[in-house]
């Protein structure tokens, strides 16, 4: 067979087989007033966490389930009057948001494989025992940090829900090492329940930190989901030419006194230090990097 035949025959062969892919009806079973579902899902968060919350609808639309598969689902059927809910959940106490989907439950009837109908159960899905551990860690950072310094900033990962920056200003090596060795106490600790990355943009011209408004970062972006990378968030944030002086992969005493370089003047490109305005160190971890052969990151990066 040719490839000009075989090009019109595989698109023929997949519409005369998802058209024998539907059943002969789908219908709601027993649908919850929206009222209930928010009891439903209140009760649910409870009994899974002991935690009160309030839940609101945010959307809601036509239930769609799938009928076909290859290698994951290739073809859908609306259930009769069946809604999909899109939720949002607040815990009451610390007031941080989760998402929920709840989908009514239908029945099947087809004439070859239900006669007599398949049920199919009411389905609730929700990331809030993800988002509560998230808050956790975000709180034990806070915590750490609070111990160490007076001025420092946090934010959520602009480019992962499971990500943590911070920035910190010191020259003191000691210092910083603690912090570190803290920061990856915790996320070892938490591991099992929240899998976190976290950065750490830590200056040592006290001048640079001050002047610079690091709420811009929370309007950064990355053209990719994951960790934020250091240089394109300074960037980002500051306006500002970033260049890669050097690459450590640890928190090195060495590095750190000398910028990253092999001498106090040059940076590993050859470039001198004293082009830069400042220099901002970029340390980035997660628990997976504390094992085996791996290790967290340090880009030393001039900013000018």
């Not at 009928?67 to 859908?76: K, L, N, Q, R, S």
């Not at 997660?286 to 052969?293: L, T, V």
Request: net charge negative; glycine share 8%; hydrophobic share 30%.
């Amino acid at each position: 067979m040719s490839i000009k035949k075989l090009i019109i025959t595989i698109p023929l062969i997949l519409i005369l087989l998802l058209s024998g892919c539907g059943y002969d009806k789908i219908i709601v079973d027993s649908p919850l007033s929206e009222d209930e579902i928010i009891a439903y899902a209140q009760k649910q968060i409870y009994e899974e966490t002991g935690d009160t919350v309030t839940v609101e609808i945010v959307s809601k639309k036509q239930l769609r389930v799938p009928t076909a598969w290859m290698d994951g689902p290739i073809a859908y059927q609306n259930v009769t009057d069946g809604t999909e809910y899109e939720l949002k959940i607040i815990n009451d106490r610390i007031g941080f948001e989760a998402s929920g989907t709840y989908k009514d439950a239908y029945y099947v009837y087809d004439r070859q494989q239900y006669p007599n109908g398949a049920e199919n159960d009411a389905a609730f899905y929700h990331n809030y025992t993800d988002r509560k551990g998230h808050y956790d860690v975000k709180a034990e950072f806070i915590n750490a940090l609070d111990e160490r310094f007076d001025k420092y900033y946090i934010y959520d990962d602009v480019s992962t829900d499971d990500g943590l920056d911070v920035f910190v200003c010191s020259t003191d090596f000691e210092k910083i090492e603690g912090m570190i060795n803290d920061l990856e106490d915790i996320t070892f600790r938490y591991k099992e329940r929240h899998y976190v990355t976290y950065s750490v943009y830590i200056y040592t011209d006290e001048n640079a930190f001050n002047s610079t408004d690091f709420e811009k970062y929370k309007t950064g972006h990355e053209d990719y989901s994951g960790q934020s990378f250091g240089e394109h968030m300074i960037s980002n944030y500051t306006g500002k030419a970033v260049t890669k002086i050097s690459y450590c992969k640890s928190f090195d005493k060495a590095i750190f006194e000398s910028y990253g370089a092999t001498d106090a003047k040059t940076g590993s490109n050859g470039e001198s230090l004293d082009s830069y305005d400042y220099i901002v160190f970029w340390y980035s971890a997660e628990p997976n990097s504390f094992s085996g052969k791996s290790g967290p990151g340090v880009y030393i990066y001039g900013v000018k």
